[in-house]
């Protein structure tokens, strides 16, 4: 598996704390079978995350990786705020790319999903390239299935939080918007080794699996789409949002 969001870096934004815990979460990865893992450090504008040191960084996880056999990868990326898109050059756009692709990871504006998301969308796509939305089952509104589907039309495809489709609070709707047709891919968000969500999402592939409507195409979206994503490839999407 393939995790497209993941705050594994050391250091550089509120996830991982040092280099020991970034080897833990890696630890967790591979433990959950996870072979690559984007970093996705926050570019926004209450982080400040020097993206043309994000490559050096990545260089030096993977470096301490494989010195302690921990098998897994860690690719570039960003987790890129709408609110910050714009301000980006290209060449920053291209580092914060998913695996160096074409894909940006972008988080929508806290609050409900709004029209300035659908704009960010069409904005990255004049400029080449394809939008991954962040979470945007944390974006509460009447309207919300009507927004992702709205975003989903636009081009950009969505990313859910693995770990709510385990909790109790959460996993009902989370159930809801897979049914619906509203998520493509599962990632981790994971922050930490220490607590809070892990780096883990084989089971919410397991939960997924178990949805009738789902279970044909959960293998896409394990292993299709997040390999297209990183390969910054194209994808033919096998189902289309249910609104
Ligand atoms: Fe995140």
Excluded: K
Aim: with cysteine; glycine share 10%; charged share 25%.
């Amino acid at each position: 598996m393939i995790d497209l969001h993941c705050h594994i870096l050391p250091g550089v934004d509120d996830g991982s704390l040092d280099m020991t815990d970034s080897l833990g979460m890696g630890r967790q990865a591979a433990h959950d079978g996870i072979e690559r893992v984007c970093a996705t450090p926050h570019i926004r504008h209450d982080h400040d995350v020097r993206i043309e040191e994000v490559g050096g960084r990545v260089e030096a996880l993977n470096d301490r990786l494989r010195a302690q056999g921990i098998p897994v990868t860690v690719l570039q990326g960003g987790e890129v705020a709408e609110t910050a898109v714009e301000d980006l050059g290209e060449e920053e756009l291209g580092r914060v790319a998913l695996g160096s692709g074409r894909w940006i990871l972008l988080e929508p504006a806290s609050g409900p999903l709004s029209d300035t998301l659908l704009r960010r969308v069409a904005h990255l796509a004049e400029r080449g390239h394809r939008t991954l939305i962040a979470h945007p089952e944390r974006h509460l509104s009447a309207d919300m299935h009507e927004r992702i589907a709205g975003l989903i039309a636009a081009g950009a495809l969505v990313q859910a939080t693995a770990d709510f489709f385990l909790r109790e609070r959460t996993a009902a709707g989370m159930q809801v918007l897979a049914e619906a047709g509203l998520i493509h891919v599962l990632s981790s968000d994971a922050h930490s080794s220490h607590g809070g969500r892990p780096l883990h999402m084989s089971e919410a592939f397991e939960r997924l699996a178990g949805i009738d409507s789902v279970a044909p195409h959960v293998e896409w979206m394990r292993e299709t789409a997040p390999r297209a994503i990183v390969d910054g490839g194209e994808l033919e999407l096998p189902f289309g949002p249910a609104v």
